[in-house]
Nanobody, 124 residues
Framework: QAQLVESGGGLVQVGGSLKLSCDAS????????MGWFRQAPGKEREFVAT????????NYADSVKGRFTISRDNANNTASLQMNNLEPEDTAVYYC?????????????????WGKGTQVTVFS
């Protein structure tokens, strides 16, 4: 059973924007670090962005730097991914992830909570 719930995916034209949200209120462990990953058809799951508990530390994949912004609202147990200037290469299923200890990381194996994903499709 997924502990995180993503929303906000959909169809968007090249150059457009989408904001993904992640609801962690159902998590059984405290989401210390939260992150976003994505997986395109036929490809491995790849890191997109991550944010520390207090929000002071963020890291991004090179492919999304300057276009995507990760944020979180600990009071509401949510995280978001604002995606601007979307490109066809951004088309993928986007997954929210969280880990209950440790630091920000781009390795999916260290995250112990996952959502089921939300589809983002960018068309030209």
């Amino acid at each position: 059973q997924a502990q995180l719930v993503e929303s906000g995916g959909g169809l968007v034209q090249v150059g457009g924007s989408l904001k993904l949200s992640c609801d962690a209120s159902g998590a059984t462990l405290t989401p210390v670090v939260m992150g976003w990953f994505r997986q395109a058809p036929g490809k491995e799951r790849e890191f997109v962005a991550t944010i520390s508990r207090g929000g002071r530390t963020t890291n991004y994949a090179d492919s999304v730097k300057g276009r995507f912004t990760i944020s979180r609202d600990n009071a509401n147990n949510t995280a978001s991914l604002q995606m601007n200037n979307l490109e066809p290469e951004d088309t993928a299923v986007y997954y929210c992830a969280a880990r209950s200890e440790g630091w920000t990381s781009s390795r999916p194996s260290v995250y112990d909570m996952w959502g089921k994903g939300t589809q983002v499709t960018v068309f030209s």
